[in-house]
């Protein structure tokens, strides 16, 4: 059993994340060629009547609501109506437009031509099983208001299953923000390409679940729009072939990497523990834990094949320094902050000054965004990678506004810091300092517990030390959330503790399908 659903994105598609003017360009190249917005049209209305026929058959879903927009989004719908009648769906029509596109009006014109019902009152759509949405999709220029809006948030209220073409109606198809009202969403069908809308966390209640439809737009088109700027794309399974890393027969456990983890306190004792179990599993050849004193017998007695440092504390029992004689020249990946407490500031700063790949979370970022630290960073030579949650993330970069644009803020803040930046949220974005910009978009809201973050700074100091660091972050990401996957599937969403998150890491892998 794939741990990632195996239906809802064609993986061989190209995994690019386009705003509308981009996917305006790429459709208006398509059309200057000469493929008929018509016939493009018509093709997008076949694929969808396919796929909504395997969602909803007919004898659980016999009658169908179609809302009916007045532009192509509402073309869409109008072809994917007549093909389900055509195919013995009962089918009925909203429509409560006094004018639309010709193109709409001429498939909403056939579709009265054959019988099909249609009313301005979407009352008349009480009785039907399902409702399709093609109101609006990404020619949405202003929020939903008056009787289009009243009836979209009837249509709510009735919650009924809802499957809606390209963008849910009344979404920003660029900020994912809901103008004025929009429709709940069982499943978008999402055409072509996915719209950076879908994929910020604040659209997720609307959309449902996300599937992409391959409308054939050539690779072509989609690289002479992209080409000139780093992309924006979707985490793929492609991930996967990297992981569990190959070994050669004659390694030994000094050529496997060797990760420090630094962390832990009196007041946090149990992240740093999370973080060593998860780095364990990546197989790194030495790990190395620096924790207070009074932590040591807590790390070895369930992590006995970690090296776990003893370090100086503080009266209230967090790391007071790192010992002397530490040469974090040993080191090829360095993940630090875990339950750390801002106590100590100049831990942080010997980690910032040396030469190691370093991944700062939790307190360590808090610590970072006091003083001039973080104005530093941009002269760090070594790589570096901040991962913070949405409130640390506000904390350091208080003027970019993240809310409404959690992917462009994170891509801000790597262009400033000269680090990459894993901004965690339920679909994490991560941005290097060059502008590319990735998202996963398949994670589990089971991963919305206290320790999860920890988990995955485990992981990525264990892959740090055995893989370059983007791809090592990349790879880390999509693990860490198909483990949540799994353990979800396994032990309902309510179930996956940060404990139980490390032992899902392993069947993780081993469930993912090799190609
Ligand atoms: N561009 C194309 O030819 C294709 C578009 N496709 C579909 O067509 C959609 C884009 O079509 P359009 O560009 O026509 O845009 P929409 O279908 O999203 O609708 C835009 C129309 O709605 C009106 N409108 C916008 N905001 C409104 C509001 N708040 N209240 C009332 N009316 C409002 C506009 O005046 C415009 O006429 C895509 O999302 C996709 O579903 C696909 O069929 C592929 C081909
Ligand atoms: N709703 C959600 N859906 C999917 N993943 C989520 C969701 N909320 C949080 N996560 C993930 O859970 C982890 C939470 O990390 P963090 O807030 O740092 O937790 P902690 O610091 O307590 O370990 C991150 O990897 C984040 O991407
Ligand atoms: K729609």
Known sequence: MPVYPSDPYPYDLPPYIVTTEEMRQIEGRVFRAGMPIAALMEKVGQLLSQRIQELWPQNRYPQLGVLVGP??????????????????????LWHPFRRAKPLTADHLRYAQSLGIPVSPDINDLGHCQGIIDGLFGFGLERPLTGEVLESVSQLNRWQKAVISIDIPSGLDSDRGTVLGGAIKADHTLCLGLRKLGLMQDHAL????KLELIDIGLPAKDITAILGDRPPVQCLT???WQTLPLRRSPSTHKYRQGHSLLVGGSATYGGSILLAALAARETGVGMLSVAVPHHLKPLILGQVPDALVIGCPETKNGAIAQLPGDLDLGRFQGIGCGPGLTTETPAVVDQLLDSSCPLALDADGLNLLAQGDRLSQL????????LTPHGGEFSRLFPSLIQGANRPLAARQAAQETGAMILLKGARTAIANPTGQIWINPESTPALARGGSGDVLTGLLAGLWSQMEPLSATLAATWWHSQAGCLAAQENTVLGVNAWRLTNYLIPALRSHPID
């Open 71 to 92: 532009g192509h989004n509402g073309g869409d719908a109008l072809v994917v109506a007549r093909e389900l009648m055509l195919r013995g769906y009962g089918v009925i």
């Open 237 to 239: 399974p492609a991930l």
């Open 378 to 385: 941009v002269h760090r030579k070594a790589p570096t990678l």
């Open 205 to 208: 209640d609307v959309i449902g």
